[in-house]
């Protein structure tokens, strides 16, 4: 199996910063893939931003010119710079892999964190 943990979630104000941390671990063959989702209380999860391997991004429209995405194929690990956030960006924001287990190397699945909160007040 493969686990994912974020990190780096917590309150802060409107036009502040966070940068989240997710760390993958377990019996990992290959990431192709990572990403951030979010959640807010009653709304459908959405696609924050995605990183391949070989470093490209892409990110929701909502977040572009403020969310960095970035990763660490050594590591394992990936990051959410989030800079000048909004009321509308506080959510559970959740770390995602499409990752190649050692024990099955014939396909890829999708794993996820348990989640952090990211609350912005005005």
């Known amino acids: 199996q493969v686990q994912l943990v974020e990190s780096g979630g917590g309150l802060v104000q409107a036009g502040g910063s966070l940068r989240l941390s997710c760390a993958a671990s377990?019996?990992?063959?290959?990431?192709?893939?990572m990403a951030w989702y979010r959640q807010a209380p009653g709304k459908q999860r959405e696609l924050v931003a995605t990183?391949?391997?070989?470093?490209?991004?892409n990110y929701a429209d909502s977040v572009k010119g403020r969310f960095t995405i970035s990763g660490d194929n050594a590591k394992n690990m990936v990051w959410l710079q989030m800079n000048n956030l909004k009321r509308e960006d506080t959510a559970v924001y959740y770390c995602?892999?499409?990752?190649?287990?050692?024990?099955?190397?014939?396909?890829?699945?999708?794993?996820w964190g348990q989640g952090t909160q990211v609350t912005v007040s005005s």
């Open positions: 377990g019996s990992i063959f290959k990431i192709n893939d």
């Open positions: 995602n892999a499409n990752a190649v287990e050692l024990q099955d190397v014939s396909r890829a699945n999708d794993y």
């Open positions: 990183i391949t391997s070989g470093g490209s991004t």
